[in-house]
Protein backbone atom coordinates (compact mmCIF):
# COMPACT_ATOMS: atom_id res chain seq x y z
CA UNK A 1 0.00 0.00 0.00
CA UNK A 2 2.69 2.40 1.05
CA UNK A 3 4.55 1.53 -2.64
CA UNK A 4 1.31 2.49 -4.18
CA UNK A 5 0.55 5.63 -2.30
CA UNK A 6 3.60 6.86 -3.39
CA UNK A 7 3.51 6.47 -6.99
CA UNK A 8 -0.08 8.40 -6.54
CA UNK A 9 1.62 11.13 -5.25
CA UNK A 10 4.60 10.77 -8.02
CA UNK A 11 2.01 10.42 -10.52
CA UNK A 12 0.07 13.66 -8.95
CA UNK A 13 3.16 15.83 -8.90
CA UNK A 14 4.18 14.87 -12.81
CA UNK A 15 0.78 16.07 -13.61
CA UNK A 16 1.28 19.39 -11.77
CA UNK A 17 4.31 19.95 -13.42
CA UNK A 18 3.11 19.42 -16.36
CA UNK A 19 -0.28 21.98 -16.47
CA UNK A 20 1.64 24.76 -14.66
CA UNK A 21 2.47 27.97 -15.96
CA UNK A 22 6.20 28.31 -17.05
CA UNK A 23 6.88 30.94 -14.24
CA UNK A 24 5.60 27.91 -11.80
CA UNK A 25 8.68 26.03 -13.10
CA UNK A 26 12.26 26.51 -12.30
CA UNK A 27 13.47 27.77 -15.83
CA UNK A 28 17.61 26.57 -16.66
CA UNK A 29 19.70 29.17 -16.58
CA UNK A 30 20.56 30.79 -20.14
CA UNK A 31 23.82 31.29 -21.44
CA UNK A 32 24.69 35.20 -21.59
CA UNK A 33 26.93 34.73 -24.48
CA UNK A 34 26.13 33.05 -28.08
CA UNK A 35 28.66 31.15 -30.15
CA UNK A 36 30.11 33.54 -33.15
CA UNK A 37 32.74 33.47 -36.00
CA UNK A 38 36.29 33.17 -34.67
CA UNK A 39 35.52 31.83 -31.44
CA UNK A 40 37.89 28.65 -30.25
CA UNK A 41 35.75 25.68 -29.15
CA UNK A 42 36.84 22.90 -26.99
CA UNK A 43 34.61 19.96 -28.43
CA UNK A 44 34.55 16.43 -26.30
CA UNK A 45 33.16 13.35 -26.68
CA UNK A 46 32.65 11.06 -23.50
CA UNK A 47 34.76 8.08 -23.56
CA UNK A 48 35.80 8.90 -27.25
CA UNK A 49 39.20 10.49 -26.33
CA UNK A 50 39.81 10.08 -30.23
CA UNK A 51 36.95 12.38 -31.37
CA UNK A 52 37.97 15.83 -29.15
CA UNK A 53 38.77 18.86 -30.93
CA UNK A 54 39.78 22.11 -30.80
CA UNK A 55 37.92 24.22 -33.69
CA UNK A 56 37.55 27.67 -34.38
CA UNK A 57 33.96 28.45 -35.48
CA UNK A 58 34.35 30.01 -39.80
CA UNK A 59 33.11 32.47 -40.81
CA UNK A 60 29.95 30.92 -42.25
CA UNK A 61 29.17 29.54 -38.66
CA UNK A 62 30.38 26.31 -39.01
CA UNK A 63 32.72 24.39 -37.22
CA UNK A 64 34.39 20.95 -38.72
CA UNK A 65 34.59 17.85 -36.59
CA UNK A 66 35.97 14.21 -37.27
CA UNK A 67 32.95 11.90 -39.03
CA UNK A 68 30.11 14.75 -39.32
CA UNK A 69 31.90 17.25 -41.10
CA UNK A 70 30.65 20.70 -40.73
CA UNK A 71 27.68 21.70 -37.95
CA UNK A 72 26.67 25.17 -37.74
CA UNK A 73 26.86 26.50 -34.22
CA UNK A 74 26.87 29.96 -34.75
CA UNK A 75 24.33 31.78 -32.73
CA UNK A 76 23.59 28.48 -30.32
CA UNK A 77 24.52 28.45 -26.48
CA UNK A 78 27.36 26.14 -25.97
CA UNK A 79 25.07 23.61 -24.42
CA UNK A 80 22.51 24.15 -27.81
CA UNK A 81 25.80 23.22 -30.20
CA UNK A 82 26.59 20.21 -28.01
CA UNK A 83 22.83 18.87 -28.28
CA UNK A 84 23.51 19.69 -32.31
CA UNK A 85 26.95 18.02 -32.66
CA UNK A 86 25.01 14.82 -30.61
CA UNK A 87 22.47 14.87 -33.35
CA UNK A 88 24.66 14.48 -36.14
CA UNK A 89 26.55 11.73 -34.43
CA UNK A 90 23.54 10.00 -34.15
CA UNK A 91 22.01 10.58 -37.15
CA UNK A 92 25.02 8.87 -39.32
CA UNK A 93 24.79 6.19 -37.13
CA UNK A 94 28.09 7.50 -35.63
CA UNK A 95 27.54 6.58 -31.82
CA UNK A 96 23.92 5.76 -30.29
CA UNK A 97 23.83 7.56 -27.12
CA UNK A 98 26.70 10.24 -27.09
CA UNK A 99 27.37 12.60 -24.35
CA UNK A 100 29.28 15.84 -26.15
CA UNK A 101 30.32 18.85 -24.56
CA UNK A 102 31.47 21.98 -25.73
CA UNK A 103 33.17 24.64 -24.34
CA UNK A 104 34.28 28.12 -25.00
CA UNK A 105 37.73 28.85 -24.60
CA UNK A 106 38.44 31.72 -26.49
CA UNK A 107 35.84 34.53 -27.50
CA UNK A 108 36.57 36.29 -30.59
CA UNK A 109 34.07 39.09 -30.04
CA UNK A 110 34.58 39.64 -26.36
CA UNK A 111 36.13 43.52 -27.26
CA UNK A 112 33.75 46.70 -27.16
CA UNK A 113 34.77 49.56 -29.26
CA UNK A 114 33.98 53.00 -27.25
CA UNK A 115 34.46 55.76 -29.36
CA UNK A 116 34.12 59.58 -29.41
CA UNK A 117 33.93 61.74 -26.41
CA UNK A 118 34.96 59.56 -23.82
CA UNK A 119 38.00 60.20 -21.59
CA UNK A 120 39.56 56.62 -23.08
CA UNK A 121 38.57 55.60 -26.07
CA UNK A 122 39.28 52.20 -27.78
CA UNK A 123 38.64 48.59 -27.14
CA UNK A 124 37.42 46.65 -23.91
CA UNK A 125 36.79 43.42 -23.42
CA UNK A 126 34.20 41.87 -22.32
CA UNK A 127 33.54 38.35 -20.76
CA UNK A 128 29.63 39.07 -20.46
CA UNK A 129 27.44 41.65 -21.14
CA UNK A 130 27.24 44.56 -18.99
CA UNK A 131 24.88 48.02 -18.65
CA UNK A 132 25.66 50.87 -21.21
CA UNK A 133 26.93 52.89 -17.23
CA UNK A 134 29.40 50.25 -16.83
CA UNK A 135 31.04 50.56 -19.85
CA UNK A 136 31.45 54.01 -20.04
CA UNK A 137 32.92 53.79 -16.53
CA UNK A 138 35.72 51.22 -17.97
CA UNK A 139 36.31 53.74 -20.37
CA UNK A 140 37.20 56.67 -18.27
CA UNK A 141 33.39 58.69 -18.21
CA UNK A 142 32.33 60.83 -20.19
CA UNK A 143 34.08 63.79 -21.26
CA UNK A 144 32.88 67.62 -20.64
CA UNK A 145 31.52 67.79 -24.51
CA UNK A 146 29.79 64.72 -24.81
CA UNK A 147 26.55 64.42 -26.09
CA UNK A 148 24.56 62.63 -23.64
CA UNK A 149 22.39 61.19 -26.67
CA UNK A 150 24.35 57.63 -27.40
CA UNK A 151 24.52 55.87 -30.40
CA UNK A 152 24.95 51.98 -29.79
CA UNK A 153 25.77 49.62 -32.80
CA UNK A 154 24.80 46.08 -32.36
CA UNK A 155 27.64 43.19 -33.34
CA UNK A 156 26.72 41.51 -36.45
CA UNK A 157 26.71 42.25 -40.42
CA UNK A 158 22.50 42.77 -39.69
CA UNK A 159 23.05 44.55 -36.28
CA UNK A 160 20.66 47.27 -34.75
CA UNK A 161 21.32 50.72 -34.40
CA UNK A 162 19.70 52.09 -30.96
CA UNK A 163 20.17 55.30 -29.75
CA UNK A 164 20.19 55.97 -25.85
CA UNK A 165 19.55 59.29 -23.95
CA UNK A 166 21.73 59.39 -20.58
CA UNK A 167 19.91 62.23 -18.48
CA UNK A 168 22.39 64.19 -16.05
CA UNK A 169 19.98 63.29 -13.30
CA UNK A 170 22.18 60.60 -11.94
CA UNK A 171 18.87 58.99 -10.61
CA UNK A 172 17.32 58.48 -14.32
CA UNK A 173 20.28 57.31 -15.59
CA UNK A 174 19.66 53.83 -14.06
CA UNK A 175 16.05 54.13 -15.65
CA UNK A 176 17.78 54.87 -19.27
CA UNK A 177 20.20 52.11 -19.37
CA UNK A 178 21.03 49.68 -22.00
CA UNK A 179 23.02 46.52 -22.06
CA UNK A 180 25.80 46.40 -24.20
CA UNK A 181 27.30 43.00 -25.89
CA UNK A 182 30.89 41.85 -27.08
CA UNK A 183 31.08 43.31 -29.91
CA UNK A 184 28.93 46.16 -30.06
CA UNK A 185 30.28 49.66 -30.94
CA UNK A 186 29.65 52.55 -28.49
CA UNK A 187 29.97 56.05 -30.40
CA UNK A 188 29.86 59.03 -27.90
CA UNK A 189 29.09 62.42 -30.38
CA UNK A 190 30.33 65.76 -29.22
CA UNK A 191 27.85 67.99 -27.69
CA UNK A 192 26.59 70.99 -29.25
CA UNK A 193 28.17 74.39 -27.98
CA UNK A 194 27.21 77.98 -27.47
CA UNK A 195 29.44 81.07 -27.22
CA UNK A 196 28.40 83.61 -24.66
CA UNK A 197 30.87 86.65 -24.95
CA UNK A 198 31.24 90.30 -24.16
CA UNK A 199 29.84 91.76 -21.27
CA UNK A 200 28.46 89.19 -19.24
CA UNK A 201 29.92 87.66 -16.25
CA UNK A 202 31.69 84.73 -17.45
CA UNK A 203 32.11 84.51 -21.05
CA UNK A 204 33.18 81.68 -22.77
CA UNK A 205 31.31 78.01 -24.25
CA UNK A 206 28.74 76.69 -22.59
CA UNK A 207 27.96 72.87 -23.54
CA UNK A 208 24.00 71.89 -24.80
CA UNK A 209 24.26 69.51 -22.37
CA UNK A 210 20.02 69.54 -21.17
CA UNK A 211 18.93 67.20 -24.02
CA UNK A 212 21.19 69.30 -26.46
CA UNK A 213 18.69 72.48 -26.28
CA UNK A 214 19.52 75.90 -24.81
CA UNK A 215 17.78 79.62 -25.46
CA UNK A 216 19.11 82.77 -25.31
CA UNK A 217 18.01 83.65 -21.89
CA UNK A 218 19.38 80.07 -20.48
CA UNK A 219 22.66 80.86 -22.01
CA UNK A 220 23.10 84.09 -21.00
CA UNK A 221 22.15 82.99 -17.21
CA UNK A 222 25.09 80.17 -17.55
CA UNK A 223 27.60 82.97 -18.30
CA UNK A 224 26.80 84.56 -14.92
CA UNK A 225 23.92 87.46 -16.64
CA UNK A 226 24.75 90.10 -18.54
CA UNK A 227 27.04 93.31 -16.96
CA UNK A 228 26.18 96.10 -15.40
CA UNK A 229 27.48 98.26 -17.85
CA UNK A 230 26.49 95.74 -20.76
CA UNK A 231 24.11 97.51 -23.32
CA UNK A 232 21.13 94.96 -23.13
CA UNK A 233 18.69 96.85 -25.32
CA UNK A 234 20.21 94.68 -28.41
CA UNK A 235 22.19 91.90 -28.06
CA UNK A 236 24.34 90.06 -31.57
CA UNK A 237 23.55 86.69 -32.72
CA UNK A 238 25.88 85.27 -34.98
CA UNK A 239 24.38 81.73 -36.52
CA UNK A 240 26.16 79.73 -38.92
CA UNK A 241 23.58 77.94 -41.71
CA UNK A 242 24.96 75.83 -43.81
CA UNK A 243 28.30 77.59 -43.77
CA UNK A 244 27.01 80.77 -44.25
CA UNK A 245 27.26 83.33 -41.19
CA UNK A 246 24.21 85.68 -40.44
CA UNK A 247 23.87 88.31 -38.15
CA UNK A 248 20.97 88.92 -35.62
CA UNK A 249 19.88 91.61 -33.68
CA UNK A 250 17.95 90.03 -30.71
CA UNK A 251 16.21 92.48 -27.56
CA UNK A 252 17.51 91.33 -24.71
CA UNK A 253 15.77 93.42 -22.76
CA UNK A 254 12.19 92.99 -23.68
CA UNK A 255 13.05 88.74 -23.90
CA UNK A 256 13.96 89.28 -20.15
CA UNK A 257 10.96 91.03 -19.47
CA UNK A 258 8.30 88.54 -21.42
CA UNK A 259 7.61 91.13 -24.03
CA UNK A 260 9.37 89.15 -26.82
CA UNK A 261 9.43 85.04 -26.97
CA UNK A 262 12.91 83.64 -25.82
CA UNK A 263 14.46 82.34 -28.85
CA UNK A 264 16.22 78.92 -29.40
CA UNK A 265 20.05 78.23 -30.09
CA UNK A 266 21.70 75.91 -32.47
CA UNK A 267 25.07 74.40 -32.09
CA UNK A 268 27.98 76.68 -32.50
CA UNK A 269 25.69 79.68 -32.23
CA UNK A 270 27.28 82.69 -31.20
CA UNK A 271 25.84 85.37 -28.67
CA UNK A 272 27.51 88.83 -28.19
CA UNK A 273 26.30 91.13 -25.29
CA UNK A 274 27.95 94.59 -26.14
CA UNK A 275 29.92 96.71 -23.74
CA UNK A 276 28.58 100.46 -25.25
CA UNK A 277 26.95 101.07 -28.17
CA UNK A 278 30.15 102.31 -29.83
CA UNK A 279 32.34 99.09 -29.37
CA UNK A 280 29.33 97.06 -30.67
CA UNK A 281 29.92 98.92 -33.56
CA UNK A 282 33.60 98.55 -33.66
CA UNK A 283 33.38 94.80 -32.79
CA UNK A 284 33.01 93.14 -35.87
CA UNK A 285 31.76 89.40 -36.29
CA UNK A 286 35.11 88.04 -37.73
CA UNK A 287 36.89 89.62 -33.94
CA UNK A 288 33.57 87.99 -32.36
CA UNK A 289 34.25 84.95 -33.92
CA UNK A 290 38.07 84.59 -33.37
CA UNK A 291 37.20 85.27 -29.70
CA UNK A 292 35.13 82.31 -29.54
CA UNK A 293 37.43 79.82 -31.08
CA UNK A 294 39.75 80.30 -27.84
CA UNK A 295 36.94 80.69 -25.34
CA UNK A 296 36.52 78.56 -22.42
CA UNK A 297 34.26 75.53 -22.44
CA UNK A 298 32.11 75.12 -19.41
CA UNK A 299 29.78 72.21 -18.61
CA UNK A 300 27.36 72.01 -16.21
CA UNK A 301 28.24 68.66 -14.58
Given at each position: M?GL??K ?5 V ?5 LA??G??Q?A?T?SL???P??L???S??S????E??A ?7 V ?9 VKG???A??A?AI?EQ??K???L ?5 S???E?Y???S?A ?8 GAIQ????R ?11 L??T ?8 R?G?D??T??V??P??AA ?6 V?V ?11 GII????D???P ?8 SK ?10 AG???T?S??KI???H????Q?V ?5 L???E?G ?7 H?SD ?5 F ?5 V???ST???A??S?A ?6
Amino acid sequence: MAGLALKIVCCCVAAWLALAPAGAQQSAPTESLLIGPGDLLHVSVLSESELERRARVRDSGDVALPLIGNVSVKGLTPADAAAAIAEQYRKGNFLKHPEVSVLIEEYATQSVAVLGQIARPGAIQLATPRSLIDVLSMAGGLTETADRHITLHRAGKDGDTVQVYLPNNAAQDLHADVMVYPGDTVIVPKAGIIYVLGDVGRPGGYVMQNDSKMTVLEAIAMAAGAGKTASDRKIRLIHNADGQYVELDLPLRAMENGKQPDVALHPSDVLYVPFSFAKNVAMGSTSILAAASTALIYADR
